[in-house]
């Protein structure tokens, strides 16, 4: 009788407390769903698998800042590199299309534009930016390997290469391959942020980021020589460089 009195009173306490008990795991799991989004929205502003920042949209929308053209020169770029109506222009790690819209409008419907990114969320930016352009042009998307821009052989006269350089691994030999690329005559042009003071506050670590010395280097090593360069960007170098072997 006594075992049966002190399981009914346990009972009893058990039912008593259950309650109290109930509504604290409850608070736990609100606590821990609420905090599960939250987990998921910081992961979001951390770099995604290619550099790029998650919120690709605000980054693209970012890069086409009007006030980008101050110190970037478009028209004075799109000059220099001498791009004519009916070129062919691959704008590698074309980004939010900022150059290539300005290439389109160079090379006219007579020529061609290659947009060649690894992100299809940028490709998909800059097709529809081009679509708002309500010009004629011939535009080809192209969703691009870490290790291969997969141009086609001999298809373009220019590779146009802007902030995207010391994304680049294995830098010698993907230019070693991308020389296929190049039509007789063709050369590549390449934009970087200096990677000491004169490139100033960049919002971002410049560890990563590609002395001029060190392209030259690799270049030479990927097969080509200095051609032309271009000091007008006050926080970039701007090389244009074509097959070693060219006289």
Same mark, same amino acid.
């Given at each position: 009788?006594? =075992?049966?009195?002190?399981?009914?009173?346990?009972?009893?306490?058990? %039912?008593?407390?259950?309650?109290?008990? +109930?509504?604290?795991?409850?608070?736990? &799991?609100?606590?821990?769903?609420?905090?599960?989004?939250? &987990?998921?929205?910081?992961?979001?502003?951390?770099?995604?698998?290619?550099?790029? @920042? %998650?919120?690709?949209?605000?980054?693209?929308?970012?890069?086409?800042?009007?006030? %980008? =053209?101050? /110190?970037?020169?478009?028209?004075?770029?799109?000059?220099?590199? #001498? *791009?004519? @109506?009916?070129?062919?222009?691959?704008?590698?790690?074309?980004?939010?299309?900022?150059?290539? !819209?300005?290439?389109?409008? $160079?090379?006219?419907?007579?020529?061609?534009?290659?947009?060649?990114?690894? /992100?299809?969320?940028?490709?998909?930016?800059?097709?529809?930016?081009?679509?708002?352009?309500?010009?004629?042009?011939?535009?080809?998307?192209? +969703?691009?390997?870490?290790?291969?821009?997969?141009? @086609?052989? /001999?298809?373009?006269?220019?590779?146009? *290469?802007?902030?995207?350089?010391?994304?680049?691994?294995?830098?010698?030999?993907?230019?070693?391959?991308?020389?296929?690329?190049?039509?007789?005559?063709?050369?590549?042009?390449?934009? =970087?942020?200096?990677?000491?003071? %004169?490139?100033?506050?960049?919002?971002?670590?410049?560890?990563?980021?590609? @002395?001029? /010395?060190?392209? &030259?280097?690799?270049?030479?090593?990927? #097969?080509?020589? +200095? $051609? !032309?360069?271009?000091?007008?960007?006050? !926080?970039?170098?701007? &090389?244009?460089?074509?097959?070693?072997?060219?006289?």
């Amino acid at each position: 009788m006594s =075992d049966e009195r002190g399981t009914n009173s346990l009972a009893s306490d058990t %039912r008593k407390h259950m309650p109290i008990y +109930l509504s604290r795991v409850f608070v736990v &799991l609100l606590f821990l769903a609420a905090s599960v989004p939250t &987990l998921a929205q910081h992961s979001q502003h951390e770099r995604g698998s290619h550099g790029n @920042p %998650r919120d690709l949209k605000a980054y693209l929308e970012t890069l086409d800042d009007p006030a %980008r =053209d101050r /110190e970037q020169k478009p028209s004075q770029v799109i000059e220099a590199l #001498g *791009i004519k @109506p009916g070129m062919a222009v691959a704008d590698l790690g074309s980004g939010s299309g900022y150059f290539t !819209r300005r290439f389109v409008e $160079a090379v006219t419907e007579t020529g061609r534009v290659y947009a060649v990114d690894v /992100e299809p969320e940028m490709l998909d930016y800059v097709k529809e930016s081009i679509v708002h352009m309500h010009i004629p042009s011939t535009v080809e998307f192209v +969703l691009a390997r870490p290790d291969n821009p997969k141009l @086609p052989f /001999e298809s373009v006269d220019l590779i146009f *290469i802007c902030n995207t350089f010391h994304h680049l691994e294995n830098r010698p030999t993907y230019f070693e391959h991308l020389k296929s690329a190049l039509k007789p005559g063709g050369r590549i042009a390449i934009v =970087d942020f200096y990677h000491d003071d %004169r490139s100033g506050d960049l919002g971002f670590s410049k560890q990563h980021l590609v @002395p001029r /010395e060190t392209v &030259l280097e690799e270049m030479g090593k990927g #097969g080509y020589k +200095l $051609a !032309r360069e271009h000091t007008f960007l006050p !926080r970039q170098y701007f &090389l244009e460089f074509v097959p070693a072997e060219r006289t």
